[in-house]
């Protein structure tokens, strides 16, 4: 998506370690304008399959996630991070690469139900440990995943490919092949 790899070209943040800070247009200061395009986008490209559910995870995906709902008519679930409803929860352990260490995510059980499509849709897909996790999550409910979606794929990791290796239909709105914090650049596919 042409309109979201200029956005990233001009307000995304390189740092050391292969990190791309979105704080300034996705996560933290948000463009709705740029988020109902990509929502558009995602519906496009989902077109094909039974969504009763999108699903993300606290708090950078909520956002977006939220636009895609609208557009699908239908309702978000937030995973949460952390494990406080851990009785009366599916629960499921991530590693986080970012910030080296394992933590906790959890949703309430009453959220997803038996046979439901869900639709993930996150910010960033790097080693796609998080997806896992969030995919274990809605196989516990004996739901199904319908697909997934990123805004922003790192494709010089293995996240990506191995979901698709695995069968999932996977949809990133911009593909980055490189990021190069000395020179302060960014190739996309």
Do not use: H
């Not at 952390?82 to 080296?100: E, R």
């Amino acid at each position: 998506m042409k309109l979201l790899e200029q956005t990233i070209i001009e307000k995304g943040i390189i740092l050391p370690g292969n990190v791309l800070q979105v704080k300034n247009f996705l996560s933290e200061m948000v463009d709705p304008k740029l988020l109902e395009k990509m929502a558009d986008e995602w519906y496009k490209l989902f077109s094909n399959v039974k969504v009763d559910k999108v699903v993300t995870i606290e708090s950078s995906g909520i956002a977006l996630a939220l636009f895609v709902a609208k557009k699908f008519g239908c309702e978000l679930v937030v995973v949460r991070k952390g494990d406080s409803l851990k009785n009366n929860a599916y629960c499921a352990s991530v590693f986080s690469n970012t910030k080296d260490k394992d933590y906790t995510i959890s949703v309430d059980k009453s959220f997803l139900k038996e046979d439901e499509n869900v639709l993930i849709i996150d910010d960033i897909l790097a080693n796609g440990s998080l997806c896992d996790a969030l995919i274990s999550i809605i196989k516990y409910a004996k739901a199904n995943v319908s697909g997934i979606g990123f805004a922003i794929e790192k494709a010089f990791l293995d996240g990506g490919k191995r979901l698709r290796d695995n069968g999932y239909n996977v949809q990133s709105l911009a593909i980055i092949k490189n990021l190069d914090y000395n020179n302060k650049c960014i190739d996309f596919i």
